[in-house]
């Protein structure tokens, strides 16, 4: 690409708001850290009562439909339209002009999204049958996964309205709580899993009730947050209030915009019904792809989009521009090798923390091979987010939306194409790709849009990044290469072992780092620093 502007200083001009994004994106990152981990319990209490049966497919199946809904609804979409929105009222107008928007935005969405509830409770045997077409010659499976739909379409009420509340605690620059607000959600579906299930005549389906409640503990979290900034929802239905109105025209093409990874795993999801443990394997291959994306990805792309807001509404496009590079940066600088590390590691991993119980030493590779045709894409879905917020910030919702429909295109196409010589894992990489195919568009058209995306900065990061990416890969595959993953038992050698391919990797990576003096490691050790001496106050 042609550079059309000179290579940004190593960190943006703005230094205090940069620190400001970090250190929300560390809060952030931290409390999803947390969520993250009490999911990956949740996925191995499933992996182990249910391995990947057909009750285990039925219950994926089903769950991928609100998955999508909620994306189009909840948390990307309505954070994308109704924070520039809202930033903007909050900034320009009266606090009681901008509690007035956020209970008319309250009203409008809980009035749309229970009617789209109790349409897909009545139209779940329709819906079903056509997103899972491998399960038509299975009576059993295709009623069980019908029923499972239905327990969990009111999830999309809870997790629509949390993802509200999410967006107004976090255009008042308030991340702790939102960011805190899955770990209930895990906690109810572990509850519901581990204890409730074996009352079940049907156990997975306490699994689907566990999921409803844990969207509403998701939800009602938040609420004293909210109190505390001086907003009480409250029913105003006024949907032809000015500021929703202009939410709406922002959010229904970022609904295809930012929903297009849940579209493409969707059609993922509908094409591995014909091969048995399909769907298992794709959800569990994202579900670890999620932990890195969760942790870092869309941390940044959380904390970034308030800032990306006001210097837009501000006019700021140079400092716009900085913001941007310096969120790209980042970004990548902890998501490539997050990437190199769980395809190096995917056998150990889902070796060690999976294969219990009804979980055999097959599934183990066949969810690897789905994390593997994922992780090929890892970069492209972190970094996706930070583009369509940057997109966003700039109430340019169609553009993205455009871009998704082409991607969407691209991944039905590779699918068709690689399902019959790779499986489920040609589903997996096809998804992979299309992120690729995604994000450079986008790239080139902010590329074009900002006059250029201060390149000689990020092209330095990423050079540096691959090179430090060299010892980490030499040590994880040769850890990944010992017979001990073939066995079972020795559960404590094997822990030993990959905790020394982790933390030595990440050694010799931040190493590489230090000796390159990276302004992304220093910036890292700056915040760290800053955050234990001075603690966050929301």
Same mark, same amino acid.
């Given at each position: ?106 009203? =409008?969405?809980? =009035? ?32 069980? =996964? ?41 906690? *109810? ?49 006024? +949907?032809?209030? +000015? ?14 915009? %930012? ?5 493409? %795993? ?70 490539? +090798?997050?990437?190199?590390?769980? &395809? *190096?590691?995917? &056998? ?48 340019? =919702? ?136 001075? +603690?966050?106050?929301?």
């Amino acid at each position: 690409m042609t550079q059309h502007s000179p290579p940004a200083p190593e960190f943006p001009a703005q230094q205090s708001e940069t620190h400001r994004i970090s250190r929300a994106a560390g809060v952030i990152g931290g409390a999803t850290f947390l969520s993250r981990i009490l999911g990956f319990i949740r996925d191995m209490a499933l992996a182990n009562l249910f391995g990947a049966n057909a009750a285990a497919d039925a219950f994926y199946v089903a769950y991928r439909i609100p998955n999508l809904l909620r994306e189009l609804f909840a948390e990307g979409s309505m954070s994308s339209a109704f924070i520039p929105v809202f930033t903007e009222y909050h900034a320009s107008k009266s606090p009681k002009e901008a509690w007035a928007l956020a209970n008319a935005a309250f009203t =409008t969405l809980l =009035t749309l999204v229970t009617l789209v509830t109790i349409l897909g409770i009545v139209s779940a045997p329709g819906i079903v049958w056509l997103l899972a077409p491998g399960f038509r010659a299975d009576a059993s499976k295709l009623a069980t =996964t019908t029923l499972l739909t239905q327990i969990m379409f009111p999830y999309l009420i809870f997790v629509s309205l949390a993802a509200l509340a999410m967006g107004v605690l976090n255009a008042l620059r308030s991340f702790v709580v939102p960011a805190l607000a899955p770990v209930f959600f895990n906690i *109810c579906v572990i509850l519901f899993a581990v204890i409730i299930s074996p009352i079940f005549a049907q156990p997975i389906l306490a699994v689907a009730v566990g999921i409803v409640i844990g969207g509403l503990a998701q939800f009602l979290m938040q609420l004293p947050g909210l109190r505390k900034k001086g907003l009480t929802f409250s029913l105003d239905f006024h +949907p032809h209030h +000015p500021g929703v109105k202009k939410i709406g025209l922002l959010i229904i093409p970022s609904l295809l915009g %930012l929903a297009v990874t849940q579209i493409n %795993l969707t059609v993922s999801t509908i094409l591995a019904s014909y091969f048995q443990g399909g769907p298992t394997y794709l959800f569990y291959g994202m579900r670890l792809i999620q932990f890195p994306l969760g942790i870092f990805g869309v941390a940044m792309a959380t904390a970034i989009l308030p800032s990306l807001s006001a210097q837009a509404a501000r006019g700021s496009m140079t400092e716009l521009r900085e913001t941007l590079n310096f969120g790209l940066r980042m970004v990548l600088f902890i998501i490539v +090798p997050s990437m190199a590390g769980l &395809i *190096c590691l995917r &056998i150990p991993i889902i070796h060690l923390f999976f294969e219990h119980g009804a979980f055999s030493a097959q599934d183990t590779i066949g969810t690897a091979s789905a994390l593997l045709g994922f992780s090929i894409g890892l970069w492209a879905f972190a970094s996706y987010r930070i583009l369509a917020t940057a997109f966003y910030s700039l109430q340019d =919702t169609r553009t993205p939306a455009l871009v998704a429909v082409l991607s969407v295109a691209t991944n039905i196409g590779l699918s068709l194409w690689l399902m019959a010589p790779l499986g489920h894992m040609g589903l997996a990489l096809a998804a992979g790709l299309a992120a690729i195919f995604n994000t450079l568009i986008l790239v080139t058209i902010l590329h074009q849009r900002l006059h250029g995306l201060l390149w000689g900065a990020l092209w330095a990061s990423i050079a540096r990044t691959l090179l430090a990416l060299i010892p980490l890969i030499g040590l994880t595959l040769w850890v990944a290469g010992l017979p001990l993953w073939q066995q079972q038992g020795e559960l404590g050698i094997k822990i030993l072992w990959l905790g020394i391919a982790i933390a030595g990797g990440t050694v010799g990576y931040f190493g590489v780092h230090s000796i390159f003096r990276s302004s992304e490691l220093e910036h890292v050790k700056m915040m760290i620093h800053k955050r234990l001496a001075t +603690p966050i106050q929301e």
